[in-house]
Each structure stands twice: as structure tokens, then as C-alpha cells.
């Protein structure tokens, strides 16, 4: 009989998340109501993303996806957002010299989602059309920190 929930896949690699959560959450509208009028132009919009990673247990790892951002018309603040989003994951069965990209780049890719609604509602609630980030390409984020660590030992 075969178990399929994948539990009896015995040395199989696995990534399991276990929790995912907002650890934190800000959101500034410091010029409202001023703010909420109609705009001449198109704000610009700034958004930075880091990860971070702590290990929980042998096999357990927590992971944060933070996402700032701002949207500023001219010299005037419209909003600032930031959120800190996390979530628990479990990696069985991996070569160690997987370990770090999955966590750095598959576990934020599967997040994402979850904090960019967050974002875009928070965004929303401060009076503002929802903010939709586009789609982040964790890989390439990866490489280019890579890089600059790289920069940083030569």
C-alpha cells in the first residue's frame, strides 16, 4: 500500500512549510487627507525586498521576505508601506549545497504572493488603488547578492 501523502517517501528531498505569517506590518499615509486627491502625475514608486534567514531547528528554518516601498509625488510623501513576512519551513533529504538557494529563492517565491495581497490591501485601506508589485524574480536576486558579497571578500 503506498502513502500518498508523501510522508512514506523515505530519503526523498522534501520542502515542507509549516507556517507562514505577517511578523510585521506598517503602513504611513502622513499627508492624508491631502494626499487622497486626484494626482497631475504618476507617483514614483520605490520598492526594496531583502530575505532573511534564521535556523530554528536541525531541519526547520525560518524565513523573511521584507518589502518596503513608498509612492512620492514630486517632494510629497503619498504613502509608506512595510511588511515583514515569514514563514517555517521544513527540508529534508537536501544536499547541503542546495540548502541555501531553496531557502533564499524557493521559499520567498512561494510567499510572495501571500505578503504582495498583503501589501495591496494595506495600500487600499490607506485610501489609495491597491499597489500590485510585480512578480520577483528570487533567482536573479540571489545571483546579484551572490555577486556583491563576492565584491565585498575581494
Known amino acids: 500500500m503506498s502513502d500518498t501523502n508523501g510522508a512514506g517517501a523515505e ?11 505577517t511578523k510585521d506590518l506598517s503602513f504611513e499615509n502622513p ?10 502625475n504618476a507617483p514614483n514608486i520605490t520598492i526594496q525586498v ?4 534564521r535556523q530554528m531547528a536541525e531541519t526547520d528554518y525560518e524565513v523573511e521576505l521584507l518589502l518596503e516601498g513608498s ?4 517632494a510629497t510623501t ?7 513576512y515569514a514563514g517555517v519551513f521544513r527540508l529534508q533529504n537536501i544536499p547541503e549545497a542546495e540548502m541555501h538557494p531553496i531557502l533564499m529563492i524557493e521559499c520567498p517565491r512561494l510567499m510572495f504572493p ?3 495581497q ?4 494595506a495600500v487600499r485601506a490607506g485610501g489609495f488603488p491597491p499597489l500590485l508589485i510585480d512578480p520577483i524574480d528570487f533567482h536573479n536576486l540571489y545571483r546579484q547578492r551572490a555577486a556583491e558579497a563576492q565584491q565585498t571578500l575581494s
Open 71 to 74: 509612492a512620492v509625488d514630486g
Open 31 to 40: 499627508n492624508a487627507p491631502r494626499s487622497l486627491g486626484p494626482q497631475e
Open 78 to 84: 503619498l504613502f509608506k508601506f512595510d511588511v515583514t
Open 11 to 21: 530519503g526523498m528531498p522534501q520542502l515542507n512549510v509549516l507556517a507562514q505569517y
Open 118 to 121: 498583503i501589501v495591496a490591501d
Open 50 to 53: 531583502n530575505v532573511n534567514l
Open 114 to 116: 501571500f505578503a504582495r
